[in-house]
């Protein structure tokens, strides 16, 4: 290489530096939802999350996370009643990626505790991935701390579980399945496991419920496990025969728009959906119109 | 096997031996206490009477008891002095009691009638009751089973605690007044150990009187014999006889007790029978009632179950929802430690059989897991007088949500009522009776107050 070209190259990519400084690439915001197709889940939910901006837009260094999948119920993993393991823990070791100083992972279980815990395969996955599993079926203040809820209809206020309010980044896990009382439940409906007030009673206004803790506790990123989707017998399934298989992982910044993304792929409107179309009247996030990335593997 | 030395030698081995197998049941017994050990208590399985309630009795299942027969009839009775977990038990409580009794005016080596409670043991007609009431309703094995009593004591029951204080009572007498006269274990090692292939016996004797410290009063210096059906093998003096009289080995010829041992073989098959005469008229007098009481999932038969059920428990202990109860006496005494579900604030789990991994004798039958989901409980009811739905005009939904069934035992009628103006859609629930299991998780979830849809036993058992 002789001197006048070495001097050109080195001008010219010095005069590209300074530009990609001053007018970075990125300058365009993340989309919303980000929506991977493909077998492999746990690429999958490396995918999904780099679509809406990356881990480290959620998780700063030294944070504390709750990462909150569904573990409601005692069924084997196969069934797809609760979150894939293999996806909760690849979000535990994306949250450690992004330097997290601790990781919480729990939900308040319907079935027996103890056994949906392992029976799910979510304790062993999550602790394996180095996160902190916690039982919280005791309500007590050492666990829960009573807050209101300026805006909410039915709640107006609600006891939440403590991690989740300290936590510098809530990450919400669901599955997404059919539900018998709301249709379905994703990741608004995940959110029911923070609280520790009596979710019995809930049913009884259970959209105005969902969408109201979702108005009192904010998901900073939602990753809905829709890898099979559970179309009947929900939310407690039981049956191979009714899952579809949708090779779908749904990242979001916003809960109610990933929501609104999985109820499409049971062929459903969004606004079909008692608490996503309560939602989007009391402004937790917009159920169409929203900026969307797609991605196959 | 002879001599003084290895007879001493043989008496630590034992204490190694007791002391291995106490903590064999305590970690069998800790371990069982988790639901995902499923574990089933070896001690129990291992039991010959616990395998005569098998039902069916399968060969795999009866050999590990046939194994312990054998011991008996090869070794003796050393089942009760070297592994037997209660027995360890009386004899650390001997550590204690021991010099007190020693003291006792009243203690059973000093009383004339001893050496005849000894050679003929009511534990003999105890195990003939026993024999003849294990199908019937009524339990005897209960209250007389030397395992079942260690988990008792074991699980810290208060039960457990006053058979430990009877226990220690007895101590004040004799050593194992348990073991020789009232446990039916211990007789029918007992029994098989009179004719077993190696004995101890007493060869020769300068009538020092060590031999009232037998634990079992089985010496009998006086006639120069050992009473093979109490002998429990322990060792604990035999070396130091002045005499050196002791020979544990295999017999050489009918002996001088020929006549005697006749006799009293003659009595101990009259007392065997006459225990089974007892427990024979017991049983009949015995029946079952209908409790109406739910069982463990997969029980399907009532009197099957009670005549199995060995009321040790260990369903109670293990159930990870701690929904099975002890049954005391609101069942009739036929029903007494049996066990039973109350639901709330959980319901039988669908994914769960751990009561019927751990049963020991399968009292609570051990089904595939999709059989087991498929087996009634029993069937819940709804009261529409108590169901919000009906009552109050609210959407509820909990019951199906929670319902585990297949395609939910639970469906509603969508009803349209006019509700202050405005027009609802109300979803009244009713049971799909040919779906519903009795797993009573609706039962334990209604948040009506009082609950509005419980599970009871009625109607014919569904399979």
């Keep these: ?297 | 096997m002879s001599g003084q030395r290895a007879l001493e030698k043989l008496r630590i081995v034992r204490f190694f031996s007791q002391a291995i197998f106490l903590a064999a049941f305590l970690y069998a017994f800790l371990r069982s206490l988790d639901p995902f050990a499923a574990l089933e208590n070896p001690f129990l399985r291992w039991d010959p009477l616990i395998a005569l309630t098998y039902r069916p009795l399968t060969p795999a299942l009866a050999a590990p008891a046939l194994l312990l027969l054998l011991l008996a009839l090869v070794l003796g009775r050393c089942f009760c002095g070297w592994i037997c977990p209660l027995g360890v038990l009386i004899d650390s409580l001997d550590l204690l009691l021991g010099p007190l009794r020693r003291k006792n005016p009243a203690a059973l080596a000093r009383v004339p009638w001893y050496p005849a409670l000894v050679r003929y043991p009511p534990a003999l007609a105890l195990l003939g009751v026993l024999l003849l009431t294990l199908a019937a309703p009524l339990q005897v094995l209960q209250f007389l089973h030397p395992h079942i009593w260690s988990l008792r004591i074991a699980s810290l029951s208060p039960l457990g605690f006053a058979f430990l204080a009877l226990l220690a009572f007895l101590a004040l007498f004799s050593r194992r007044l348990w073991c020789t006269t009232l446990c039916p274990l211990g007789a029918l090692y007992g029994l098989l150990s009179r004719l077993s292939f190696f004995k101890l016996r007493l060869e020769s004797c300068s009538a020092c009187g060590l031999c009232d410290r037998c634990p079992t009063g089985a010496a009998v210096y006086r006639k120069k014999e050992v009473l093979a059906h109490q002998c429990i093998l322990c060792f604990d003096y035999e070396h130091r006889c002045p005499a050196q009289g002791f020979r544990y080995s295999f017999p050489s010829g009918g002996g001088p007790a020929a006549a005697e041992s006749r006799r009293s073989f003659f009595l101990h098959g009259a007392q065997l029978a006459g225990g089974a005469l007892l427990g024979g008229v017991l049983g009949r007098l015995w029946s079952s009632t209908g409790t109406g009481l739910l069982r463990p999932p997969g029980v399907v038969s009532e009197t099957r179950f009670l005549e199995q059920c060995l009321r040790c428990l260990q369903c109670v202990r293990s159930c990870p929802t701690g929904i099975i109860k002890a049954t005391g006496l609101e069942g009739g005494w036929s029903s007494l430690f049996t066990p039973h579900l109350s639901f709330g604030p959980e319901g039988c789990e669908y994914n769960c059989q751990v009561c019927q991994q751990v049963c020991p004798n399968h009292a609570i039958p051990l089904q595939r897991l999709r059989e087991k989901q498929l087996t009634a409980i029993g069937i819940a009811r709804l009261s529409q007088e108590h169901c919000v739905v009906y009552r109050d005009g609210i959407n509820c939904l909990v019951y199906e949500e929670f319902c585990p069934v297949l395609d939910k035992a639970i469906a509603f009628s969508p009803l349209r009522v006019r509700q202050g103006g405005q027009t609802l859609l109300l979803n009244q629930p009713r049971v799909i009776d040919s779906r519903c299991i009795g797993c009573g998780i609706c039962e334990a979830k209604c948040p009506a107050d009082p609950v509005a849809i419980r599970v009871s036993k009625t109607g014919p058992q569904r399979g």
């Design chain 1, 1 to 297: 290489m002789r001197r006048r070209d070495f001097l050109k190259v080195m001008a010219g990519s010095s005069l590209l530096f300074i530009t990609r400084k001053a007018f970075p690439l990125t300058a365009t915001a993340p989309p919303v939802v980000g929506v991977v197709r493909g077998a492999d889940v746990e690429r999958a939910v490396i995918k999904a999350v780099e679509l809406v901006g990356g881990i480290g837009r959620f998780v700063k260094p030294g944070a504390i996370v709750v990462v909150k999948p569904n573990i409601a119920w005692n069924v084997p993993p196969q069934l797809k009643a609760t979150t894939d393991p293999l996806v909760v823990r690849m979000v535990v070791h994306l949250c450690f990626q992004a330097r997290a100083a601790k990781v919480y992972v729990f939900d308040r279980t319907c079935s027996n505790p103890r056994l949906t815990y392992v029976t799910s395969g979510i304790a062993r996955a999550a602790r394996e991935a180095g996160a902190t599993v916690l039982e919280v079926d005791e309500v007590s203040a050492r666990l829960y701390q009573p807050i209101a809820i300026p805006g909410g209809v039915y709640l107006k206020e609600s006891l939440i579980n403590k991690r989740v309010l300290e936590a510098d980044a809530l990450i919400n896990v669901p599955v997404a399945k059919h539900h018998s009382s709301s249709l379905l439940t994703l990741g608004m409906k995940n959110m029911m496991g923070i609280t520790g007030d009596n979710r019995q009673k809930w049913h009884w206004q259970l959209h105005e419920a969902i969408s109201d803790i979702n108005l009192a506790v904010r998901s900073h990123l939602t990753v809905i496990d829709a890898t099979f989707i559970m179309l009947r017998s929900g939310p407690t399934g039981g049956s191979k025969d009714y899952l579809k298989k949708t090779d779908t992982i749904i990242a979001a910044s916003n809960v109610a728009s990933a929501d609104a993304e999985a109820a499409r792929l049971f062929g459903k409107a969004p606004e079909s959906i008692g608490y996503l179309a309560l939602a989007g009247q009391k402004g937790i996030g917009a159920l169409s119109g929203y900026s969307r990335e797609e991605a196959a593997l």
